[in-house]
């Protein structure tokens, strides 16, 4: 159940993701950014992907109503994509949408590594309350 849970919203957004690649890889090839540039953004969008994805998964488990799942997730992705803006310095290390933006500046591998930690810790939490309570 969770496998198909988690698997239904990648595959929703397979078409987006092949268009993010295909732009990337056009502008790296015409010269408007460096490959290396144009592969983070690749990997923060996948990262930023997972994360949200994997979020998702665990407030549905989580949450009693799918109402309020949707509200979660909603308001913990708006949180995470505008408030680090507000930091100095912040945006590029914990925001997925400022980070996806930034990656064409400045490559890191932090954004991803703290988005995929995140999506893997929250997808066991999800296993784990999924096996004890059966829900």
């Known amino acids: ?3 198909a849970k988690w698997y239904a919203p990648l595959r929703w957004s397979r078409y987006a993701v092949a268009a ?3 732009v ?6 015409a010269g408007g950014i460096s490959p290396l540039a144009a592969l983070a953004v690749v990997a923060q969008v996948v990262a930023a992907l997972l994360l949200a994805n994997t979020l998702g998964l665990w407030l549905s488990v989580t949450c009693r109503t799918a109402t309020r799942a949707v509200a979660w997730a909603l308001l913990t992705l708006l949180t995470l994509s505008v ?3 507000f930091v100095p310095g912040g945006a590029a290390a914990y925001s997925p949408a400022a980070g996806v933006w930034l ?3 400045s490559p890191s591998a932090t954004p991803v590594a ?3 930690l995140a999506a893997g810790v929250l997808g066991w939490s999800a296993v784990r309350r999924f096996e004890q309570y059966g829900k």
Do not use: K
């Open 83 to 85: 408030a680090p803006l």
């Open 20 to 22: 993010v690649v295909v």
């Open 103 to 105: 990656a064409h500046e």
């Open 1 to 3: 159940i969770l496998w």
């Open 114 to 116: 703290l988005q995929l």
């Open 24 to 29: 990337e890889c056009c502008v790296a090839f």
